[in-house]
């Protein structure tokens, strides 16, 4: 629902990161890690990032989104699995004392520019 | 060429509830996100809430809306002090930001304040997601939105450290598995605490007032 505000952070901290000493820097694509378990909805996403990303310098760069699976680690057994429905309690040995590893990311990685 | 950036995108958001939490820290101010989806229940529960705190535990409130004043309204027959904030000046944000909040904290007088509560947006989506610089939240669900909520929006059910299971006093008139209801929300998030409660006529109000007065007064120590 907020993905609108999501994509104008994107654009702004890419943005930031294209090096100030290269002329006519193209920017090709915007790599994004995007959890399982954040709330956002990824084809939203690249929707609102093609609208925000025109009259920009990111204008006709690509939005790549990686999704992360929930993984969790159980704290009593030790267990490590990935999480797919709505059931955050161990797979092993049934503990609700578990820790999330991943999956609620919402992380620019990289960007990538064409080549001079 | 590719440029690594490595920042995560609510990285603004996050640096400055980080601010909020040090500034509540430096004045001794216990503060309570609470969320939940539009119709729950909230501010009568806040109301309600407020009463029972008070000349005890000194309360303000920040309440967040698209639009108009009538929760604000609602909540200042308490007496105490009321910011509204529409976020239709920000785009119609569905979720309040933590600059929004340090704002608002602006205009309260925080040295009369022993907890300061965040009546957010009505949304079980997007509010999970911004950290506010919050000590405690807590989800609002009535018993009118069906059993499976806590299935459909986890990470509004991971994220907050009490339920608030509202309207029971309207159990009788539908079919609804108050026990499931509480088993899907443990399946979430199985240390939960989970209050069932009815703002209307107060019914189970008690523990929850026991639990919100133990960590406020933990902080104020």
Same mark, same amino acid.
């Given at each position: 629902?907020?993905?609108?505000?999501?994509?104008?952070?994107?654009?702004?901290?890419?943005?930031?990161?294209?090096?100030?000493?290269?002329?006519?820097?193209?920017?090709?694509?915007?790599?994004?890690?995007?959890?399982?378990?954040?709330?956002?909805?990824?084809?939203?996403?690249?929707?609102?990032?093609? *609208?925000?990303?025109?009259?920009?310098?990111?204008? $006709?760069?690509?939005?790549?989104?990686?999704?992360?699976?929930?993984?969790?680690? !159980?704290?009593? !057994?030790?267990?490590?699995?990935? *999480?797919?429905?709505?059931?955050?309690? !161990?797979?092993? !040995?049934?503990? $609700?004392?578990?820790?999330?590893?991943?999956?609620?990311?919402?992380?620019?990685?990289?960007?990538?520019?064409?080549?001079? | 060429?590719?440029?690594?950036?490595?920042?995560?995108?609510?990285?603004?958001?996050?640096?400055?509830? #980080?601010?909020?939490?040090?500034?509540?820290?430096?004045?001794?101010?216990?503060?309570?996100?609470?969320?939940?989806?539009?119709?729950?229940?909230?501010?009568?529960?806040?109301?309600?809430?407020?009463?029972?705190?008070?000349?005890?535990?000194?309360?303000?409130?920040?309440?967040?809306?698209?639009?108009?004043?009538?929760?604000?309204?609602?909540?200042?027959?308490?007496?105490? #002090?009321?910011? #509204?904030?529409?976020?239709?000046?920000?785009?119609?944000?569905?979720?309040?930001?933590?600059?929004?909040?340090?704002?608002?904290?602006?205009?309260?007088?925080?040295?009369?304040?022993?907890?300061?509560?965040?009546?957010?947006?009505?949304?079980?989506?997007?509010?999970? =997601?911004?950290?506010?610089?919050?000590?405690?939240?807590?989800?609002?669900?009535?018993?009118?939105?069906?059993?499976?909520?806590?299935?459909?929006?986890?990470?509004?059910?991971?994220?907050?450290?009490?339920?608030?299971?509202?309207?029971?006093?309207?159990?009788?008139?539908?079919?609804?598995?108050?026990?499931?209801?509480?088993?899907?929300?443990? #399946?979430?998030?199985?240390?939960?605490?989970?209050?069932?409660?009815?703002?209307?006529?107060?019914?189970?109000? =008690?523990?929850?007032?026991?639990?919100?007065?133990?960590?406020?007064?933990?902080?104020?120590?």
């Amino acid at each position: 629902m907020h993905e609108m505000g999501i994509a104008m952070q994107i654009v702004e901290i890419a943005a930031a990161s294209i090096p100030k000493n290269v002329e006519n820097i193209q920017v090709e694509r915007v790599n994004i890690k995007v959890g399982k378990l954040s709330a956002v909805v990824p084809e939203s996403l690249k929707f609102c990032f093609e *609208i925000v990303v025109k009259d920009t310098p990111l204008s $006709g760069a690509r939005l790549v989104i990686e999704e992360v699976p929930v993984v969790a680690r !159980c704290n009593e !057994c030790s267990a490590e699995w990935t *999480i797919t429905g709505p059931v955050f309690t !161990c797979i092993k !040995c049934n503990s $609700g004392s578990i820790q999330i590893l991943s999956g609620r990311e919402l992380d620019i990685v990289s960007i990538e520019i064409a080549d001079p | 060429m590719e440029i690594k950036v490595v920042r995560k995108v609510l990285d603004v958001n996050d640096t400055m509830a #980080q601010q909020n939490r040090s500034r509540f820290a430096d004045e001794k101010v216990f503060v309570l996100n609470v969320m939940s989806s539009p119709g729950s229940g909230k501010t009568t529960t806040l109301v309600k809430t407020i009463s029972r705190l008070l000349p005890e535990i000194k309360c303000a409130v920040i309440v967040g809306d698209i639009c108009s004043t009538i929760d604000a309204d609602r909540l200042s027959v308490t007496g105490v #002090q009321v910011v #509204q904030v529409n976020t239709d000046e920000f785009g119609g944000d569905c979720h309040l930001a933590a600059h929004v909040i340090g704002n608002a904290a602006n205009s309260i007088d925080l040295e009369a304040v022993d907890l300061l509560i965040v009546e957010n947006v009505g949304n079980l989506v997007c509010p999970a =997601e911004f950290d506010i610089g919050e000590d405690a939240r807590v989800v609002v669900l009535s018993v009118t939105e069906g059993e499976d909520k806590p299935l459909k929006y986890p990470l509004m059910f991971r994220v907050c450290d009490a339920a608030l299971l509202n309207k029971t006093d309207l159990l009788p008139y539908l079919e609804y598995d108050k026990n499931d209801a509480v088993k899907n929300i443990l #399946q979430i998030h199985p240390d939960m605490s989970v209050f069932e409660i009815s703002a209307k006529t107060e019914e189970g109000f =008690e523990p929850w007032i026991m639990w919100l007065k133990e960590r406020v007064k933990k902080k104020l120590a």
